[in-house]
């Protein structure tokens, strides 16, 4: 779980749907060989957009980022988003092109925004995404 937990904050750090303005700096050792880096403040965190709520044209409320697919070279191929529930109860998920889906981060309120041009029925609507084969048992 590790494992993939870092791996999908290396993948979100190399994807380039996402547009961050301000976030923490790592530094390592710069003799190290390659093993340790520092990370870029425009870079994202996976855990910034994990749980962030998403918002249509019309400010409304029509899904959560629950989960990131990647690719075997780590390169994200998907938002898996939950659509359709009330209060945890109901959701079904879909897998979101990432360049559909525009991350902000607002100084003024210091909040992660997130936005797509969808409407909850056109969401409702979409093929369904099942945790299914290797990622069986990641969500219940």
């Given at each position: 779980m590790r494992s993939l937990l870092l791996a999908g904050v290396a993948a979100v750090a190399m994807t380039s749907a996402v547009w961050a303005q301000n976030t923490t700096t790592t530094t390592g050792n710069a003799n190290s060989g390659g093993t340790y880096m520092s990370v870029p403040e425009n870079n994202d965190l996976s855990s910034n957009l994990v749980g962030l709520d998403i918002y249509n044209d019309d400010n409304k409320d029509i899904g959560t980022i629950?989960?990131?697919?990647?690719n075997p070279e780590g390169r994200t191929t998907a938002y898996i988003v939950?659509?359709?529930g009330f209060l945890g109860m109901g959701d079904r998920y879909i897998a979101v092109n990432p360049s559909a889906v525009?991350?902000?981060y607002n100084d003024g309120d210091k909040k992660w925004h997130a936005k797509m041009n969808a409407t909850a029925d056109q969401l409702k609507a979409a093929p369904e995404f099942k945790y299914t084969g290797r990622w069986n048992g990641s969500r219940t």
């Open positions: 629950k989960d990131i697919a990647m939950s659509v359709g525009k991350v902000t």
